[in-house]
């Protein structure tokens, strides 16, 4: 069965350091996602991508967060300059045109120090 | 903007007893609704979706949930839990337009007592 798959599992970063949080989507689906969730707190959007380009995002997403799709399966969330309060589990999820559910990877532990 | 509400923070029922998970919704058109389940350590497994059509929707797992659009409610059900149903179960809605990002409650976690 198709999967979404996110590396690395575990990421520990000195702050201030860039970040580069790495997502295979399903091959065929269009809609790629970048979820968060602070540990005990809900998950939260953080951006959706579409058409090679960014079709939504949440105030969450400012200047130092970037996504890419640099080469047709990757799709990759930059933190630019890491604070400790970015520490969380970053969740991947594509969607394609007919189905109507995300799929989401097992997510990327990011811990900030 | 839509919201979520899941109201009951911790559950802890007997492995074999029932359950019933509460979620709240505000959302202003008809919405998409979803039961994802999470394990610790693990991702997000969709448990069942609703989008149209029959209010009563049967997921994985024996889980089932009930659209009543009059109590904004989407409520998920099972009539006889093991002991491996132990995780976290996240409701969500998902937005209109192509995106249709998705907006969480807070989540239950559930407990199940051999």
């Known amino acids: 069965e198709p999967e979404v798959t996110q590396t690395p599992s575990h990421q520990v970063t000195q702050m201030g350091q860039e970040v580069i949080l790495r997502c295979v989507p399903i091959?065929?689906?269009?809609?790629f996602y970048w979820y968060r969730q602070i540990l005990g707190q809900k998950v939260e959007f953080l951006v959706s991508?579409?058409?090679?380009?960014?079709?939504?995002k949440s105030e969450i997403f400012d200047d130092q967060f970037s996504v890419e799709r640099p080469d047709g399966s990757n799709f990759t969330l930059k933190i630019r300059s890491t604070k400790l309060e970015d520490s969380a589990m970053y969740f991947c999820?594509?969607?394609?045109?007919?189905?109507?559910?995300?799929?989401f990877g097992q997510g990327t532990r990011l811990t900030v120090v | 903007a839509q919201s979520v509400t899941q109201p009951d923070i911790h559950i802890t029922v007997s492995e074999g007893a029932s359950l019933e998970l509460r979620c709240n919704y505000s959302?202003?058109?008809?919405?998409?609704l979803f039961w994802y389940v999470q394990s610790p350590g693990q991702g997000l497994q969709l448990l069942l979706k609703?989008?149209?059509?029959?209010?009563l929707v049967q997921g994985i797992k024996g889980f089932e949930a009930e659209f009543k659009r009059s109590q904004s409610s989407f409520n998920l059900r099972k009539p006889s839990v093991p002991w491996s149903d132990a995780a976290e179960y996240f409701c969500?809605?998902?937005?209109?337009?192509?995106?249709?990002?998705?907006?969480f409650g807070s989540g239950t976690q559930l407990t199940v007592l051999p």
């Open positions: 959302y202003g058109a008809t919405p998409y």
């Open positions: 991508f579409y058409n090679n380009e960014i079709s939504e």
């Open positions: 999820a594509s969607r394609g045109r007919q189905n109507t559910e995300a799929f």
């Open positions: 969500a809605v998902g937005a209109a337009g192509s995106a249709r990002q998705l907006t």
């Open positions: 091959s065929n689906h269009l809609y």
């Open positions: 609703y989008f149209s059509g029959d209010t």
